[in-house]
């Protein structure tokens, strides 16, 4: 697996990188996002098929007191989960919402002068808050998964229940949450071509910096030992 990865999609990642690096170096408008998040996705779904196989492998060999304490683990999880998502007020759940957005950009461009910490507040607070849906979405992913534990089926059924719970989402996903986060999504490439359209000289360096590290620490890769 490692060296398939190395060889097959280590360069992809490069020349994804650097090709960012080169549209931040001027300017990212709303169509480099989606192509960005297009591919992004492509690559997680291509290495998540190359690795299922392996994954059902290990999964077969799991003991049915190990699938149940997968499923504790599940429920001990979920709870923590809710007890988060639902501390505080509205109001304050929304501010940890446009905290972490601006902790994330920050950490690429530095830090954001007042009228662009404005924008990404009045943007974040414009989405929905989906942490109900995604909860559902989680449990029945889970559901799924453990309902497919227990039934041991052979290699290449487990094969294609993991690709249909893990890769083929939109095969039962809930058409109206899948409907929330096309648009989720859409807001936020609205949000961060918006937000480049402000950035200072400073911040796009650290910027086109920061992806062309990336991008230099992936060719290592490629060739290191």
């Keep these: 697996f490692m060296a398939w990865h190395r060889a097959s999609e280590l360069p992809d990642y490069e020349k994804l990188l650097q090709d960012t690096a080169a549209r931040a170096a001027t300017r990212l408008a709303e169509d480099d ?22 994954i059902a492998d290990f999964l077969l060999q799991l003991h049915p007191e190990q699938v149940t304490h997968l499923e504790r683990k599940y429920a001990e999880d979920n709870a923590r989960v ?7 007020t509205p109001r304050e759940r ?18 954001l002068a007042a009228p662009q910490r404005d924008l990404v507040r009045a943007r974040v607070a414009a989405m929905p808050d989906l942490a109900d ?41 809930r058409p109206e949450y899948a409907a929330k986060l096309r648009a989720r999504d859409e807001q936020v490439f609205a949000l961060i071509a918006a937000l480049d359209a402000t ?26 030992n």
Excluded: C
């Design 94 to 111: 929304l501010e940890a919402r446009q905290k972490r957005f601006l902790e994330q950009f920050e950490g690429w461009t530095g830090r």
């Design 82 to 88: 809710m007890k988060e998502s639902i501390k505080g």
């Design 133 to 173: 849906d995604w909860m559902g979405d989680r449990r029945f992913r889970q559901s799924e998964t453990l309902a497919l534990l227990r039934a041991k089926p052979p290699r290449e059924a487990m094969i294609a229940g993991l690709t249909r719970i893990l890769v083929d989402t939109d095969s039962w996903r």
């Design 33 to 54: 996002l989606r192509r960005l998040y297009r591919e992004m996705r492509a690559l997680y779904h291509r290495l998540l098929r190359k690795a299922i196989p392996d």
């Design 199 to 224: 950035l200072t000289a400073e911040q796009r360096a650290k910027l086109h910096r920061r992806l062309s590290n990336y991008a230099a620490d992936v060719a290592y890769l490629m060739v290191a």
